[in-house]
Antibody, heavy 118, light 106 residues
Framework: QVQLEESGPGLMQPSETLSLTCTVSGFSLTSNGVGWVRQPLGKGLVWMGTIWAGGSTNYNSAVQSRLSISRDTSKSQVFLKMNSLQPEDTGTYYC????????????WGQGVMVTVSS | IMLTQSPATLSVTPGESISLSCRASQSISTNLHWYQQKPNESPRVLIKYASQSISGIPSRFSGSGSGTDFTLNINRVEPEDFSVYYCQQSNSWPFTFGSGTKLEIK
């Protein structure tokens, strides 16, 4: 079955670079896009960016200058890297699968909590 | 594109039928999707493309609308429906979510 699992450090310091990995199973990254969504504690959802089945990417302009999304299709992994972290980057980070050719998310990972604090 | 959800909180009694609103700042055709998020859980999609049903989602959930005004309807709210509901548009970049409507027990 389709599964997505996020992994990465839970605690980061301001100005550091965050690296998260989303390991997927049950589908191919060349068939479905995968996006990253952030949720500050107690707040709403913010789409950060997506890497599409063909390998192209789209980013939220609010973080575009700091964000990079890439993948390793052979390992079924999608990567998020975001530099110059600030406390407001604190939150739960989800990776989620786009239904093939669609803009909505049909499967989500369980999320990983990232705290940015000195 | 900004999505405005209303109300922010809705207090209802189980068994009531309700409507949640999502309004877009510009026309998004039917590129609007609804999600439910329970506490400490990941979101799950309820409705795609404004009104299309999702396999495995109870039939009491339905959606309608196009252009800028959209509605999620829940026919006879069940106890497990008390959670937060988000709309999301995929008409243009960047994709955006609404701020959510919290459905709580009266």
């Amino acid at each position: 079955q389709v599964q997505l699992e996020e992994s990465g450090p839970g605690l980061m310091q301001p100005s550091e670079t965050l690296s998260l990995t989303c390991t997927v199973s049950g589908f191919s990254l060349t068939s479905n896009g995968v996006g990253w969504v952030r949720q500050p504690l107690g707040k709403g959802l913010v789409w950060m960016g997506t890497i599409w089945a063909g390998g192209s990417t789209n980013y939220n302009s609010a973080v575009q200058s700091r964000l990079s999304i890439s993948r390793d299709t052979s390992k079924s992994q999608v990567f998020l890297k975001m530099n110059s972290l600030q406390p407001e980057d604190t939150g739960t980070y989800y990776c989620a699968r786009h239904q093939a050719g669609s803009g909505y998310f049909d499967y989500w990972g369980q999320g990983v909590m990232v705290t940015v604090s000195s | 594109i900004m999505l405005t959800q209303s109300p922010a909180t809705l207090s209802v009694t189980p068994g009531e039928s309700i409507s949640l609103s999502c309004r877009a700042s510009q026309s998004i055709s039917t590129n609007l999707h609804w999600y439910q998020q329970k506490p400490n859980e990941s979101p799950r999609v309820l409705i795609k493309y404004a009104s299309q049903s999702i396999s495995g989602i109870p039939s009491r959930f339905s959606g309608s609308g196009s252009g800028t005004d959209f509605t999620l309807n829940i026919n006879r709210v069940e106890p497990e429906d008390f959670s937060v509901y988000y709309c999301q548009q995929s008409n243009s970049w960047p994709f955006t979510f609404g701020s959510g409507t919290k459905l709580e027990i009266k």
